[in-house]
T-cell receptor, first 111, second 111 residues
């Protein structure tokens, strides 16, 4: 069974530029999550989808971050404009019966 | 909301040694996961263990839900065991909700 796929794996941008990340969850997993992991900390949820509906986006900085999950499968997370403090690893996860599985992440560096 | 605390924060072992990592949580849980984050940043599922004991090779885990803690045992450690170990529990009653992660235990196994 294929795992959670993410791209790109690495991205370097300048502040105020925009960036987008893509995630393809494990086949059949209805729930999809985006987490942000800052160096030295555990991951923290940005947004959770159930099929194509948003379940929890309380920690998403909506003035600059947006996410969508069209057709209830793939998802994209966008940052516009990026700030220096957005430098982090962005992890996508999907779940089945409560157990979450994580993709390899996208390491974003904002200069 | 639930708080998750891990100890110790750092651990250095000689190859072949055994170790125990602890995870305390502030509220009752219906889901608890242990992950290993390897040096490339990938979060690898180790155990999904809301209660009881599970074993997988040299690793085993025990969760005592009534006393709000979980333990991860690593026996005969190998250099490939190095990395950060996270435990995580869901934020609310929904076992599919966002995971709250501890700060992690950084393990270094020396040859």
């Amino acid at each position: 069974e294929a795992g959670v796929a993410q791209s790109p794996r690495y991205k370097i941008i300048e502040k105020r530029q925009s960036v987008a990340f893509w995630c393809n969850p494990i086949s059949g997993h209805a729930t999809l999550y985006w987490y942000q992991q800052i160096l030295g900390q555990g991951p923290k949820l940005l947004i959770q989808f159930q099929n194509n509906g948003v379940v929890d986006d309380s920690q998403l900085p909506k003035d600059r971050f947006s996410a969508e999950r069209l057709k209830g499968v793939d998802s994209t997370l966008k940052i516009q404009p990026a700030k220096l403090e957005d430098s982090a690893v962005y992890l996508c996860a999907s779940s089945h019966q409560g157990e979450q599985y994580f993709g390899p992440g996208t390491r974003l560096t904002v200069t | 909301g639930i708080q998750v605390e891990q100890s110790p924060p750092d651990l250095i072992l000689q190859e072949g040694a055994n170790s125990t990592l602890r995870c305390n949580f502030s509220d009752s849980v219906n889901n608890l996961q242990w992950f290993h984050q390897n040096p490339w940043g990938q979060l690898i599922n180790l155990f999904y263990i809301p209660s009881g004991t599970k074993q997988n090779g040299r690793l085993s885990a025990t969760t005592v839900a009534t006393e709000r803690y979980s333990l991860l045992y690593i026996s005969s450690s190998q250099t490939t065991d190095s990395g950060v170990y996270f435990c995580a529990a869901p934020a609310g009653d929904n076992q599919g909700g966002k995971l709250i992660f501890g700060q992690g235990t950084e393990l270094s196994v020396k040859p």
